[in-house]
């Protein structure tokens, strides 16, 4: 994408099912967990780059030692200064003793991250400053191991309103309006509730000592039961990790499965991530070996190291994110990669058409980085297409044919090139916004050359959201290289509704799609459209959020895919670029048959799997009108 827009955390958890004496028997490593933990979060270090967060908790940890763990960054590499920090604290007290690290009572009672149970989060932030304070993990203290809480996740909800409302009912006091606080607070709520009644569960046993009481409610929290009470009202997409202090740990998933989370277990280990690829390179698994966290279920591996698959919330459609495969994941996961190059491939037809099928004269290239695999994916499609006219060129000569004949047609090829180059950021201390921009518009080069006049450039991209990197750069660097049409690619629809489940996508206006579809309308006399849009968004804003409908979905019912993108590829074409440039999106249709598991396209139908989705979507259309520059949730 060379838009670059904040989205998806990452998530990592980690429960040693064996004592760490295990570990270092066989693995060399008493630390071994945490060096796993170190190696998953920098594997999915494309998910957060604003901070990191690591948590830890040992098990049976006598009275008055410290059983848990946290360390925080917002540093420009956060995971690399956690770990130095780590590191530096182990040196330090290790003192050049480095016999010391074998010795495993020595270990655990030493060492901060010594932990049978840990929990790691890499956070893009989404909304508000990038401070410390937003970093997860969260934890919500106790003096009482049971009543510890530790929670990370890769989430936004809708109705944080509502939940905070919630809590004040119960009599809570919420010190901030965010849903991550809101969360950790419901789960708290109830998870105090379980303590108490177990609390009075336990007194009933007159024979049983304060000491004794405490550790049949460590030994019997009911973990399920708790969530089941904490998640009934949530609304949103959610994968969410947590641990208690007394050693049980879990990972749930949102009924509709929006935001992605893996696991894996066997008698040593029970792991859960936001990739699959993570998992199967941390402990050389295959890919059928690591399984798809269910909808609306939960991980729960509980202090004694059983592993459970609890069901919490009822399963609704499965919805999982189609984002999550065209851009965010990774593409080394095996099932990502064939989909992107599948989503590619799709597209060569619409391509070649718009190339006049001139194979001579076209010559195809990606904007890096992103795109690289859908990029071979439209390759193939075009090297099927030219080997169907290859085939039908050596038919015609019947017999007439030589080896001189035949090599010619045999030999060639697409003309694929490496045009754009991504160059590292550029900076300038100059306030001018035209030297800004200038600077901006550098931030791809170019390959010089290769290209000729007559030439088209199809260049990939996976995604267009609001076309600033094109317009301001990418347009400009291939404009220079003088081509007679530069073709603009996108793997993805075009995206045309907000996102409201743990992407930064909630205004409406950023949307090339949107301001194409407004002039559109403004152009064809169509502006009551947009009048009686507005009024039956504010009427549905006024309904309960289960009973609203997406009504901002009329604005764009006059117009084809094609009418919209034709205009976005005016509004993005800068004035000087000489070149004809069109856009070509890939269609919802074919996005579905690329990627059939995950059927999630609110960001180009408009169809949202929860309530609060419709509600953010009329909201945002309604601050678009207004002209309040908020985020619609």
Known sequence: MSDAIQHECGIALLRLRKPLDFYLDKYGSALYGLDKMILMMEKQHNRGQDGAGLAGVKLNMPPGQRYISRYRSIENNPMQDIYNRIQHRIEGLLDGQMEKIKDVDWVKNNLA????????????GTFGSNSIESCHPFLRQSNWMSRNLILAGNFN????????????????HPKEQADTVTVMEKIGHFLD?????????????IELNNIERSQFQIDNIDLPRVMKKAAKAWDGGYAMGGMLGQGDSFLMRDPNGIRPAYYYFDDEIAVVASERPVIQTAFNLKFDDVKEVPPGHMIWTKRDGTVLIEKILEPKKHLACSFERIYFSRGNDGAIYNERIELGRRLAKRVLKAADNNFEKTIFSFIPNTAEISFYGLVKGVESALNKQKIDEVLELKNDFSKEILLPILNRRPRVEKIAWKDIKLRTFIAQDVVRDDMVSHVYDSTYNIVNHDDTIVAVDDSIVRGTTLKKSILKMLDRLGPKKIIIVS????????????????????????????????????????ENTYQQAKAELKKDMHDQINVVKAIYEPFDDSDISNKIAQLLTPADVKSEVQIIYQTVKDLHASCPENLGDWYFTGDYPTPGGNRVANQSFVNYVEGVSGRAY
């Open 491 to 530: 793997s993805a629809p075009q995206i045309r509704f907000p996102d409201c489940y743990g992407i930064d996508m909630a205004k409406m206006n950023d949307f090339a799609a949107f301001q194409a579809t407004i002039l559109l309308l403004k152009e064809n006399g169509l502006t009551s459209i947009l």
């Open 157 to 172: 909800m809708t109705n944080t309103s509502e939940l905070i409302e919630e809590l004040v009912s119960l009599g809570q």
């Open 193 to 205: 509730q379980e303590n108490e009644r177990l609390k009075s569960e336990a007194e009933k046993n």
């Open 113 to 124: 991250f010594a932990c049978e149970t840990y929990l790691g989060h890499l956070r893009y």
